[in-house]
């Protein structure tokens, strides 16, 4: 089963604009934000059983080196065809207010 979650999503306005995280059906992802060259990459797990709905990022590679490898939790929700998300630092606590979610859109270029 695809998770709901597959595909290509950007923040296109305030202060992660042009932020983009490619979640794949394997489990794998990528993240980009060009404008400051970050860039990594890892494994995704969702939980959509509970609320919020919780994700984990495990970068396994990322531009800021032994900084940025980790896992990242927080949580996500789709509404309107947006992906809703927030995530913590890494290998820190779970975010959990849903009022700073950043909103994503999809991205298919």
Same mark, same amino acid.
């Given at each position: 089963?695809?998770?709901?979650?597959?595909?290509?999503?950007?923040?296109?306005?305030?202060?992660?604009?042009?932020?983009?995280?490619? +979640?794949?059906?394997?489990?794998?992802?990528?993240?980009?934000?060009?404008?400051? $060259?970050?860039? =990594?990459? &890892?494994? %995704?797990?969702?939980?959509?059983?509970? +609320?919020?709905?919780?994700?984990?990022?495990?970068?396994?590679?990322?531009?800021? $080196?032994?900084? =940025?490898? &980790?896992? %990242?939790?927080?949580?996500?929700?789709?509404?309107?065809?947006?992906?809703?998300?927030?995530?913590?630092?890494?290998?820190?606590?779970?975010?959990?207010?849903?009022?700073?979610?950043?909103?994503?859109?999809?991205?298919?270029?």
């Amino acid at each position: 089963m695809t998770p709901v979650i597959a595909g290509k999503w950007k923040v296109s306005s305030g202060q992660f604009m042009g932020l983009v995280y490619e +979640f794949k059906t394997d489990g794998s992802f990528r993240m980009e934000m060009g404008m400051y $060259g970050v860039n =990594g990459s &890892g494994t %995704y797990t969702i939980n959509d059983k509970t +609320f919020p709905k919780e994700i984990d990022i495990q970068f396994t590679e990322h531009t800021s $080196g032994a900084a =940025g490898i &980790g896992i %990242y939790k927080g949580i996500w929700d789709i509404k309107d065809e947006k992906l809703l998300m927030k995530v913590g630092t890494a290998n820190g606590k779970r975010w959990t207010d849903t009022s700073a979610f950043v909103t994503y859109s999809r991205d298919t270029l």
